[in-house]
DNA sequence: CTGTTAGCGCTTTCAT
DNA sequence: ATGAAAGCGCTAACAG
């Protein structure tokens, strides 16, 4: 391997010169410029990055850290992440956790050993508390409400529009409510879980708790989900449905079952995939391209840190 | 940043025993491995890895290129990687190359650079001679077929694959058979056209080439697609689709038009994607999540070149 | 404009 | 069992 000195050695120049006309700064004469241009040429030289980073204390990568890697949401969002990084020229490190709070331990681990230069966590299972204790060592992003908390986030107030959704299928006359979610914790659900009993408390409705429906996070949950619903003796007349894949799935099983969507059941999508508009599906588009793009640029704001909230839009369609 | 210098001026020892206990190395007294322990947990020590990578010119980090981030088949095979490297203890690191030869050669330059050790190259625009002249910084493995060439591979063998799918729609009766493709250059793609084209040539067909519909990739393309189909006098009267997503959406708009499948079309998907069972559609399945574990795998294999061919198999469910 | 040199933080030989 | 010291390849301050 071929290193900086032999590429001097060769142009019959010094270290520095080389690495100033590898770095393009100014002040080198247009000889040694070519002599140097021309060692590099014929040695096929390449930079050790690694030499780089441990000089420079960077490393221009970005980790991510998310729980699945096959599902559209996060597909979506790791895409608008994907973008933004080519584009400020990051590149991307990532970590599918599973919700293993282990995993994350590395990842964080990863940022604190400067490996990472910053590190976006799009689903999180740990504590609040470990996450603010790494801050230190690098901007950390997270894709949920962190307003109280000492980190960045592009976020969506889940609370806030659960509600709306909830009151819209309220004002078409619905009582039964019910809706599914891929897991009960995490700030998001909880989010979710808080405005689902205001809600009810709000027009004195009992709590249920089969009316939550978890695991439902890909399409095929749906079958699942759909036999619990199918045993119960009074179902919900309507489902606020927290992934446009398991909607699709529902009101697939529907169609098969004769059961008539919007009638016999209500569904309401999030995040307006691709699917959903195939299906004509009423949903909440979420703007996940967006937040990706968004979670990158607030990884690159080293000391301050930035909230913000992003907004969703309901594509009323035929399941409501 | 407190440094493995810091740490044996503190323990009273030399970096050397420093670096031997923080490595697990035999030949440490108790005591001062004690007193190094006593001395990274009071400063809060962390190894700085570029260091390490500098030493050691390996970095645990394996480059993945991939033309799309948000696609069901890439997110699969997605998966099976990262598996694998997870047990390997190898992180990834992701570039989304959108087809573009330019975006191919700032990988294939991180491999030569040492920011990577290997290269798992999903699906590839530039040439191959571009790839092989990189072989010589590291393994490099792709998911197409390889043989002929000095990289590794785990592959389908698309020509059989789409000969015996032609071949299974010629014996149900059909004359006239068309099929959709994300794009017609690339291995893959090549393959399945010159499959096409000698399935013809044996049953004395015509080769038509507006039966060969491109850029079928996403959900969201059956529409064109079929408005193209739908303007044909002629058109197929069964549909090879490389994605089940397309299938699947190519289903749909039949559903909605009253056009009965598999009478008056019959569809054929690849992947076996989850869409496919819902839909129940006829596809064929693709191991894709093995086909990622055994990428990362043979990227584990410095000197020598693997190729491994993996099984298809069809699924007939209600579309033909 | 240019070369020398001092690190960046770590691992590992070598001598003790 | 241990420490001194020699780098890994690069950048940038400094002195010319």
């Given at each position: ?48 990055i ?8 960077k490393t221009f990568l970005i980790g991510v850290a998310l729980p699945f890697l096959n599902h559209p949401y996060f597909g979506k969002l790791l895409e608008g992440i994907s973008v933004e990084a080519e584009r400020n020229n990051y590149k991307l490190v990532l970590f599918q956790t ?9 990842v964080?681990?990863m940022l604190?050993?400067?490996q990472i230069d910053a590190l976006i966590i799009c689903s999180k ?13 690098g901007p950390i992003v997270l894709c ?8 960045s986030s592009v976020f ?115 995040d307006n995939q691709p ?11 979420m703007p996940l391209f967006e937040i990706g793009r968004k979670l990158f640029l607030y990884t690159q704001e ?6 913000e909230?992003m ?10």
């Amino acid at each position: 391997m071929v290193n900086i000195r032999d590429l001097a050695k060769m142009a019959g120049v010094g270290t520095s010169t080389v690495s100033r006309v590898l770095n393009d700064h100014p002040y080198v004469s247009e000889k040694s410029r070519e002599a140097v241009l021309k060692a590099i040429k014929s040695t096929n030289y390449q930079k050790n990055i690694n030499a780089i980073h441990l000089k420079m204390g960077k490393t221009f990568l970005i980790g991510v850290a998310l729980p699945f890697l096959n599902h559209p949401y996060f597909g979506k969002l790791l895409e608008g992440i994907s973008v933004e990084a080519e584009r400020n020229n990051y590149k991307l490190v990532l970590f599918q956790t599973n919700y293993k709070v282990q995993r994350e331990t590395e990842v964080l681990e990863m940022l604190k050993a400067k490996q990472i230069d910053a590190l976006i966590i799009c689903s999180k299972e740990c504590e609040w508390e470990m996450i603010e204790s790494y801050r230190v060592y690098g901007p950390i992003v997270l894709c949920e409400d962190t307003r109280n908390r000492n980190v960045s986030s592009v976020f969506i107030d889940h609370y806030e529009n659960f509600l709306t959704a909830l009151e819209y299928l309220y004002e078409k006359g619905h009582q039964r409510i019910g809706y599914c979610v891929g897991r009960r914790t995490g700030t998001n659900s909880e989010m979710r879980e808080a405005a689902y009993r205001n809600f009810l408390k709000k027009h004195n409705q009992p709590f249920f708790d089969p009316y939550i429906f978890e695991g439902c996070l890909y399409l095929e949950d749906a079958k699942r989900m759909m036999e619990k619903f199918l045993k119960m003796k009074n179902p919900p007349t309507a489902l606020l449905v927290t992934s446009d894949q398991v909607a699709a799935g529902i009101l697939n099983i529907c169609n098969h079952l004769q059961l008539s969507v919007p009638d016999d059941l209500a569904i309401v999508g999030f995040d307006n995939q691709p699917i959903a508009e195939i299906m004509s599906l009423t949903t909440f588009e979420m703007p996940l391209f967006e937040i990706g793009r968004k979670l990158f640029l607030y990884t690159q704001e080293k000391d301050k840190v930035f909230y913000e909230e992003m907004e969703v839009k309901l594509i009323e369609r035929n399941t409501v």
